[in-house]
């Protein structure tokens, strides 16, 4: 395989990959997975600031930031226990 063969196979697997993200977008639920707080997918603060957690291609979970921040006390406290 030559190397304009290679790029061009990077290339389309890059492509792939990008569509695939973008189908689970489709996913995406409208409202808190915990506290079941509605998200409005047109407001571009709460894109930034919301997260989005993926386990695998079936699974999209969408957190506001206090029900995330909560969770990541929850672990802190968790692993400082464990020590």
């Known amino acids: 395989m030559?190397?304009?063969q290679r790029?061009?196979?990077?290339?389309e697997?890059?492509?792939?990959?990008?569509?695939?993200?973008?189908?689970?977008?489709?996913n995406l639920p409208s409202?808190?997975?915990?506290?079941i707080r509605p998200f409005d997918r047109k407001d571009k603060e709460m894109a930034l600031t919301?997260?989005?957690?993926?386990r695998d291609t079936d699974t999209v979970r969408l957190?506001?930031?206090r029900c995330w921040d909560?969770?990541?006390?929850?672990v802190k406290h968790y692993e400082q226990e464990e020590e």
């Open 2 to 4: 030559n190397r304009k």
């Open 7 to 11: 790029r061009a196979a990077a290339k």
């Open 13 to 26: 697997e890059h492509h792939e990959d990008i569509s695939e993200k973008l189908a689970m977008f489709q």
């Open 31 to 35: 409202e808190c997975s915990a506290c």
């Open 50 to 54: 919301w997260n989005v957690v993926v």
């Open 63 to 65: 957190y506001c930031p």
């Open 70 to 74: 909560t969770a990541q006390a929850v």
